[in-house]
Structure formats: structure tokens, C-alpha cells
């Protein structure tokens, strides 16, 4: 009977580690946001994900509606909050239609990535 318990204990030791492994960093929101028209004057583009990040790996790629490449600033993590990834703007956003190519690493070393599109009236 003991021999079944540890038995039991260790397959459920395993199978709880094997779970938070299997964890990733996953995409909540931007701001500006998935699909939304916003106004001009934007400085910074701020991801937020559901675990904290390493900053270090994780990053935007913005891209104007002909796919040509829009200057941002280093990446960098919110005062108080690693799970919100701050990516400063280098100059104002014009009129038109962006997208946003994102990548992320948290504790666990997965990386994910994503994108996500936004306009500017």
C-alpha cells in the first residue's frame, strides 16, 4: 500500500511540474488595441501579457501599411508591472494603417510571437 501512495504521489509531482512547463506567456491586449482607430499623438505601444517577462528577449516590430519598417525605442518593462511590455515610439505616428509584430519570453524560455493591426485617424 505505501509503495502505491509514493507511486501516486510521484506520477502527480510529475504531471503538476509538466504543466508549468508547458506554460507560456499569452497575449491580453495592446494599446493601442487590436482593431481600434485611434487618434493621433501616440507615444509608446504598450503589450500586456498574462506572466511576467524578460525584457531582454521580447520585442515589436511595427510596420506602416506598405510594410515598411517604423522606428521605435527599446523595449522596456512597466514600473511596477513585468507583465506590460512598453515599446517607446521614435516619432509620431501619421495617418494610416500599422501593424504590430510582437515577441515574447517570460520565466518558462517559451517564446511566442504575434501580431496585431491598429490604425491612426
Do not use: C
Not at 43 to 50: D, K
Request: aromatic letters at 8%; glycine letters at 8%.
Amino acid at each position: 500500500m505505501n509503495r502505491l501512495f509514493n507511486t501516486l504521489a510521484v506520477a502527480a509531482a510529475l504531471a503538476s511540474l509538466a504543466g508549468a512547463a508547458l506554460a507560456h506567456p499569452d497575449f491580453v491586449t495592446g494599446n493601442p488595441a487590436p482593431n481600434a482607430a485611434v487618434q493621433a499623438g501616440a507615444s509608446e505601444l504598450r503589450l500586456t501579457f498574462t506572466e511576467p517577462l524578460f525584457v531582454n528577449f521580447s520585442g515589436v516590430k511595427l510596420t506602416d501599411a506598405r510594410g515598411k519598417p517604423v522606428k521605435v525605442g527599446k523595449p522596456r518593462l512597466a514600473p511596477g508591472d513585468n507583465k506590460v511590455l512598453i515599446v517607446p515610439l521614435k516619432t509620431p505616428l501619421a495617418p494610416g494603417a500599422y501593424t504590430v509584430n510582437w515577441h515574447a519570453v517570460s520565466a518558462d524560455t517559451h517564446r511566442i510571437t504575434g501580431s496585431y493591426r491598429f490604425t491612426v485617424r
